[in-house]
């Protein structure tokens, strides 16, 4: 993120654990696949932030579960269940930067991160993260 303002990232997977593992990705005009997210509002905490960009860049609404500032440095990966069932395909977005919204099962090419941030994000695990649950 380039403003200088505090970044949120969204690790947005299906509420129900799958025997594969499947998470959700836009495709970006610009820069190709990457994970939903933005810079953080300043009245803004990290899960309203991660809801917020993930309703904007998909259309979808979740729950923020947990979250966690030392994944990548300057930034904040929450994970946001989703009570939706993934499908093999995408779909459009209502913002005019992303061009497509898609469940993934492997690491996409085209993919603005590093494969080695997605695959540290698929190995990450989340009870050793901070709850958002009340």
Same mark, same amino acid.
């Given at each position: 993120m380039?403003?200088?303002?505090? =970044?949120?990232?969204?690790w947005?997977?299906?509420?129900?654990?799958?025997?594969?593992?499947? =998470?959700?990705?836009?495709?970006?005009?610009?820069?190709?696949?990457?994970?939903?997210?933005?810079?953080m509002s300043?009245?803004?905490?990290?899960d309203?932030?991660?809801?917020?960009e993930?309703?904007?860049?998909?259309g979808?609404?979740?729950v923020?579960?947990?979250?966690?500032?030392?994944?990548?440095?300057?930034?904040?990966?929450v994970?946001?269940?989703?009570?939706?069932e993934?499908?093999?395909?995408?779909?459009?977005?209502e913002?005019?930067n992303?061009?497509?919204?898609? !469940?993934?099962?492997?690491i996409?090419?085209?993919l603005? !991160?590093?494969?080695?941030?997605i695959?540290?994000?698929?190995?990450?695990?989340?009870s050793?993260?901070?709850?958002?649950?009340s």
């Amino acid at each position: 993120m380039s403003d200088g303002n505090p =970044w949120v990232v969204i690790w947005a997977v299906p509420t129900e654990e799958l025997e594969t593992p499947c =998470w959700l990705m836009v495709r970006h005009i610009d820069r190709g696949w990457e994970l939903p997210g933005g810079s953080m509002s300043e009245d803004e905490t990290v899960d309203i932030t991660a809801l917020r960009e993930l309703f904007e860049e998909t259309g979808i609404l979740g729950v923020a579960t947990n979250y966690d500032r030392n994944l990548f440095s300057k930034g904040t990966v929450v994970r946001v269940k989703i009570d939706e069932e993934p499908q093999p395909h995408g779909w459009e977005s209502e913002d005019e930067n992303i061009s497509e919204v898609g !469940w993934c099962v492997e690491i996409p090419a085209e993919l603005y !991160w590093g494969e080695e941030e997605i695959q540290k994000l698929l190995d990450h695990d989340w009870s050793t993260s901070k709850s958002l649950a009340s």
